[in-house]
């Protein structure tokens, strides 16, 4: 027997009143998923703990098992794993994105966030940026007095390091939180600490204001990477083991280096695809082929992770969300099925949305989420389409830690 996770990040949401009322999901043309979920097991979880701020962080951690209350220290030093970057004893870690921030000569605190992702830059233009920003000498100086150094990851996501960082009522919010609101509101806060980091973004605002790679990122129509922004900070963390809880070997296949990180440090192995972007044009055959190719060569258990509809709601574009959800559909899920029947091989394939991510507010939510497992020697018989409405009338999972348990359960 076999065991598949495919989580479509955010592709769950609430009635869209462009939808006629209906959700992404429910719009979406998706004849394969819906075809299963008629002969699966079809319900509803609680993913995001009520004591947490909902996130793909605290959601896919409850989903792999381990229970956020217990284990989530902070998101960055997941995202580091997942880079292969280690966090020291006596260290913190931040996210780092590379952020796109209103032009001109307003006060730092009075600028807009026009984008938390700098128009989801390329890897090389942000590997570029951040790497000038850091050998920058004003910059350096002022890095080095706070004990902040930078890793740097080939996307709009970086991590950076803090020898010595003070959390203790540290805050940050999200930057894809605050689309299109003033910055200052949302400043730092809650210790001397933040107050330091908050002069370090206001430093690198000035100084990529015009460095020339925005200048030709406006040039060419884009949004400039003229900002970054700390968040997720965290300390290290250890997580139970998945091979030995559940006795099951695996991989997770992702673009994300938050999803590589939870399966690394629970003893899975990090499967990277080239042409992997997180983004709704990705290589989702690369994905498929990669999690077949797994699972014919011995892994009892892979994890496909697909974050293109999260990314394309906080980018407000609701027409390549429904697209992206209808991709998974035909090009990671039809082709799925279809080599591990023709190899003879028996499966059990659980999908969810890992959390809510909300057309009318662009952020996360932390309501129940459907989920869907197919077996497929047998027909569970829910004779539903896969929808935020009909997970409803199923069986309701809280915690959702105990959804693994379900997938890899015989009964």
């Known amino acids: 027997m076999k065991y598949v996770l495919l989580i479509g990040d955010g592709m769950a949401d609430n009635p869209v009143p462009e939808l006629n009322q209906k959700t992404p999901l429910e719009a979406a043309r998706k004849p394969h998923m819906d075809a299963l979920c008629a002969k699966s097991l079809l319900g509803s979880v609680r993913t995001v703990p009520p004591e947490q701020l909902p996130g793909s962080d605290t959601a896919i951690l409850s989903i792999f098992g381990c229970d956020p209350n217990r284990y989530f220290t902070g998101r960055s030093p997941l995202e580091a794993a997942g880079s292969g970057i280690s966090i020291q004893p006596g260290d913190v870690s931040y996210r780092c994105n590379m952020v796109a921030l209103e032009d001109g000569d307003k006060p730092f605190g009075e600028k807009k966030m026009l984008s938390h992702s700098a128009g989801s830059i390329d890897g090389e233009d942000s ?5 000038w920003l850091f050998d920058n000498e004003e910059f350096r100086s002022a890095a080095d007095a706070v004990g902040m150094r930078i890793a740097p990851t080939p996307s709009f996501r970086h991590i950076a390091i803090q020898t010595g960082g003070d959390l203790k ?3 940050a919010t999200p930057p894809h939180d605050i689309l ?7 400043a730092l806060c809650g210790n001397e600490n933040a107050g330091k980091l908050w002069k370090l973004m206001e430093l690198a605002n000035r ?5 020339p790679c925005n200048e030709r990122r406006r040039a060419e129509g884009k949004l400039p990477a003229n900002g970054i922004w700390f968040w997720a900070e965290g300390s290290a ?3 139970p083991n998945f091979v030995e809880h559940y006795g099951k070997n695996g991989s997770v296949i992702s673009a994300v280096p938050l999803v590589h990180g939870i399966g690394a440090l629970v003893g899975l192995k990090m499967v990277h695809v080239e ?3 997180g983004e709704t044009e990705t290589n989702y055959e690369g994905k498929t082929q990669a999690a077949v190719d797994c699972l014919l060569a011995g892994d009892d258990f892979v994890c496909i992770h697909v974050e293109a509809p999260d990314e394309a709601t906080h980018n407000g574009k609701l027409d390549e969300k429904i697209l992206s959800i209808e991709y998974i559909d035909r090009r990671v899920l039809a082709p799925l099925t279809e080599k591990l029947n023709s190899a003879g091989v028996e499966y059990r394939i659980l999908i969810l949305s890992d959390h809510k991510t909300l057309t009318d507010t662009r952020t996360h939510d932390g309501d129940p989420v459907p989920f869907m497992i197919y ?11 896969y929808t935020e409405a009909n997970g409803l009338k199923g069986p309701f999972v809280e915690p959702g830690t105990q959804l693994m348990s379900l997938l890899f359960s015989e009964s």
């Not at 077996?375 to 389409?385: I, P, T, W």
């Open 375 to 385: 077996d497929s020697r047998k027909d569970q018989g829910s004779g539903l389409a």
């Open 169 to 171: 009522g540290f805050h």
């Open 127 to 131: 590997m570029a940026v951040i790497s």
């Open 180 to 186: 299109g609101r003033e910055i200052g509101p949302y």
């Open 275 to 277: 042409g992997a972007t």
């Open 207 to 211: 100084l990529l204001e015009h460095h």
């Open 237 to 239: 963390v250890k997580l």
